[in-house]
């Protein structure tokens, strides 16, 4: 997630976090400190301590945001014998939007008639488009030259980030009625998703934590466009996000927001979804394209290309822009069950490890470079571990 975005959801009445991390409460508006909810309550001090220390990082993770300006290029193109639907560059919003781009995609792909599909890529966006095919009645087989736990989509934070760097304000408006619709359909189908075995799919509640009142910030990060932001267009989604008055939450800062939002178990998800493919009869098959044109000798008349930012490469497409990210994770903690957002860092308590995610940094957009930076990610969980000692407990 971005500076900008986050002080501006720590700021405005119509909260408005929508980037990686921190979206979690994308579009959430407000209530005031003495609405319903809003009283010193059993979530707000009963919160399990982190336990937030340096040798208890289990690992640190990047990857890059597969960002275009114009949003995710979902269009069909025909390519000598082939038909490809392409369903890529959903910057930090992949997850989040994968169902309803790969119904898109889908309905593209049905369009030509194909009973047989192929799709190039096995991260969020193929495994989804992939099960949708699947459901439809359509044969499919993936080619990918890797699978989860080794695609960019597993680096993910794991939270509800429709709008995050989905596109730029120039282009918002082009895009904001498909937006609404993928952001619609994927969400009723996360709803389906709920109380499974593993729990995939979660909702939780987490604190914003800042230390001037919501609304007094104005940052950007320096390097990086102004995104489009919708989410006023899906208020009715998400639940309102409850400001909570000092004294009745146990934070040392004194204005606090307490946001619910959905969460993605990454590793359990991916699991679901790998699983739920084989067994439909899924068949996969390990292949690293290196020219668009090896894909006339697949036996599919259509093909997805779900490739992420390997499209760029692919597909020669240099509209998709690498925006970097890292995250590290803390050994799983059950007992802990909020997220975190402060300025410089956001935490996700994802049952696969405690993610911790430096946000608001510059030096990410156009950046490929997927070396992780270990000190940065110390530095945030030094940052988590000072919050934790000055926590009250009674
Ligand atoms: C730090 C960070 C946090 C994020 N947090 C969130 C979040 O909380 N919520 C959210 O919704 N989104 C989040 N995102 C964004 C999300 O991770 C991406 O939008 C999503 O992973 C893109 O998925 P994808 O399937 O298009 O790409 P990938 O996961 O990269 O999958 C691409 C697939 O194509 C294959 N492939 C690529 N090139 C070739 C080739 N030439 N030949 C054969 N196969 C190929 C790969 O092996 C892989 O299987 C985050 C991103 C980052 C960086």
């Known amino acids: 997630m971005e500076r900008r975005q986050f002080l501006r959801q720590a700021g405005a009445t119509l909260a408005v976090a929508s980037?990686?991390?921190?979206?979690?409460?994308?579009?959430?508006?407000?209530?005031?400190?003495?609405?319903?909810?809003?009283?010193?309550?059993?979530?707000?001090?009963?919160?399990?301590?982190?336990?937030?220390?340096?040798?208890?990082?289990?690992?640190?993770?990047?990857?890059?945001?597969?960002?275009?300006?114009?949003?995710?290029?979902?269009?069909?193109?025909?390519?000598?014998?082939?038909?490809?639907?392409?369903?890529?560059?959903?910057?930090?919003?992949?997850?989040?939007?994968?169902?309803?781009?790969?119904?898109?995609?889908?309905?593209?792909?049905?369009?030509?008639?194909?009973?047989?599909?192929?799709?190039?890529?096995?991260?969020?966006?193929?495994?989804?488009?992939?099960?949708?095919?699947?459901?439809?009645?359509?044969?499919?087989?993936?080619?990918?030259?890797?699978?989860?736990?080794?695609?960019?989509?597993?680096?993910?934070?794991?939270?509800?980030?429709?709008?995050?760097?989905?596109?730029?304000a120039e282009h918002a408006a082009a895009l904001a009625d498909r937006w609404e619709m993928m952001t619609r359909i994927s969400y009723a189908r996360y709803q389906s998703l709920l109380g499974l075995p593993g729990k995939p799919i979660e909702w939780i509640d987490g604190y914003s934590l800042a230390d001037a009142p919501f609304g007094s910030f104005h940052g950007e990060v320096a390097d990086e466009p102004e995104y489009g932001e919708f989410a006023d267009r899906v208020r009715d989604l998400t639940p309102r996000s409850v400001e909570l008055s000092p004294g009745t939450h146990p934070f040392p800062e004194p204005y606090v927001r307490r946001y619910t939002t959905l969460m993605f178990n990454i590793s359990s998800y991916a699991n679901l979804l790998m699983s739920e493919y084989l067994a439909a009869g899924g068949k996969i098959e390990i292949r690293e394209f290196s020219h668009a044109e090896e894909l006339q000798k697949l036996p599919e008349h259509t093909l997805v290309n779900a490739t992420g930012y390997g499209a760029r490469a692919l597909f020669n497409d240099e509209s998709v822009i690498p925006v970097r990210g890292q995250t590290a994770r803390l050994i799983p903690q059950p007992e802990v069950t909020y997220g975190l957002r402060m300025k410089d860092i956001s935490v996700v308590p994802r049952s696969d490890g405690i993610m911790v995610q430096v946000i608001g940094d510059a030096g990410n957009f156009n950046n490929a470079d997927v070396t992780p930076r270990r000190a940065d990610s110390e530095a945030a969980v030094r940052e988590l571990a000072d919050l934790m000692t000055k926590m009250r407990r009674s």
């Open 19 to 168: 980037t990686a991390g921190l979206a979690a409460c994308a579009g959430q508006p407000t209530t005031s400190p003495g609405a319903a909810g809003a009283h010193l309550s059993p979530d707000a001090t009963g919160l399990a301590p982190i336990r937030a220390s340096v040798d208890r990082i289990t690992g640190v993770y990047v990857c890059t945001r597969p960002f275009r300006a114009a949003g995710p290029r979902i269009e069909m193109q025909k390519l000598g014998s082939k038909t490809v639907v392409h369903n890529y560059g959903h910057g930090g919003s992949g997850w989040s939007l994968s169902w309803g781009s790969g119904t898109l995609a889908l309905q593209m792909a049905q369009s030509t008639g194909a009973r047989e599909l192929g799709v190039i890529g096995c991260g969020a966006i193929g495994l989804t488009t992939a099960l949708l095919a699947q459901q439809a009645g359509l044969s499919v087989r993936i080619y990918a030259k890797a699978l989860p736990p080794d695609v960019f989509s597993m680096r993910a934070s794991g939270l509800w980030t429709p709008d995050s760097r989905i596109c730029d």
